[in-house]
């Protein structure tokens, strides 16, 4: 299923109301996380799947990417990425995650931040990606955390005065797919799948895994009104994997 929420005009003015869209890489809380497990761009062709305002594209860049290409189907995020984040060796490219289509051997890695848990089949993108790298080319991506897709809710239990008690968990085996989620105040469809299913399903593509981490934020973020309480759940996942089959 594809969708363009993000060319709505109040969902997009939402979204570039958060810290991440105004501030770039170093207001994401897996940021710290995540940067560690990056891989030597120096000379590389680069893919970034739900590319967005393009931050990830231009620093692989800045470090060294000889063309990166971005993929997105929001024209507004596509607008914003070719104004704050332009480079020669950076082609953006207005299209859905699930249609793309590459030449075998395209890209020497392959990078998507928190776009992927939008996508309906998994399974069928992670081949198409397989077909798109290079042997011995690198998937890196991150996506929202199972157990917090995992209900729907995708916010707190609440007492009766208005306190959190708990981060609900529900309907996490047997029952993976679509949910409907309130985000930045809209509905939304994400797909829930479990940590199994992300894993499992690189493997039996030919992948070998080198990194699995669920990211805490970073001590200087934890007072911050909006991540008080994250270390109280996990709310992101990121994996790392390398092809090692044809």
């Known amino acids: 299923m594809q969708q363009n929420k993000y060319d ?11 810290p991440r869209s105004k501030e770039g890489l170093k207001a994401a809380g897996e940021w710290y996380e995540l940067e560690k497990i990056l891989p030597n761009f120096q000379g590389k062709k680069v893919l970034d799947l739900g590319c967005g305002y ?3 594209c231009k620093y692989a860049a800045n ?4 063309e990166v290409v971005g993929i997105d189907l ?6 914003v990425a070719n104004k704050v984040n332009h480079d020669a060796r950076i082609k ?6 699930e249609e793309i289509d590459f030449s075998t051997d395209s890209f020497d890695i392959v ?6 848990h939008y996508i309906s089949n998994f399974e069928e993108l992670v081949k198409k990606i397989s077909k798109s790298l290079k042997k011995n ?10 157990l917090f897709t995992s209900s729907g809710e995708q916010d707190w239990s609440y007492d009766e005065n208005g306190n959190i008690r708990h981060f609900p968990v529900d309907y996490y085996y047997y029952y993976e797919g679509a949910r409907e989620v309130n985000f930045l105040g809209e509905s939304v469809i994400k797909y829930h799948r479990t940590v199994t299913t992300y894993l499992m399903t690189l493997l039996n593509a030919g992948f070998e895994l080198t990194n699995v981490i669920e990211p805490k934020p970073p001590i200087e973020m934890r007072e911050l009104e909006e991540m008080k309480n994250e270390m109280r759940r ?10 090692i089959g044809r």
């Open 8 to 18: 709505d005009d109040q969902f997009f003015k939402n979204y570039a109301a958060m």
């Open 54 to 56: 393009g931050w990830h």
């Open 63 to 66: 470090h060294g990417a000889l």
């Open 74 to 79: 929001s024209h507004k995020m596509l607008e």
């Open 92 to 97: 953006y490219r207005q299209s859905a995650i």
């Open 111 to 116: 990078f998507s931040s928190l776009a992927l």
């Open 137 to 146: 080319g690198e998937l890196i991506f991150s996506v929202e955390h199972p």
């Open 234 to 243: 996990p709310m992101m996942l990121i994996i790392s994997a390398k092809k």
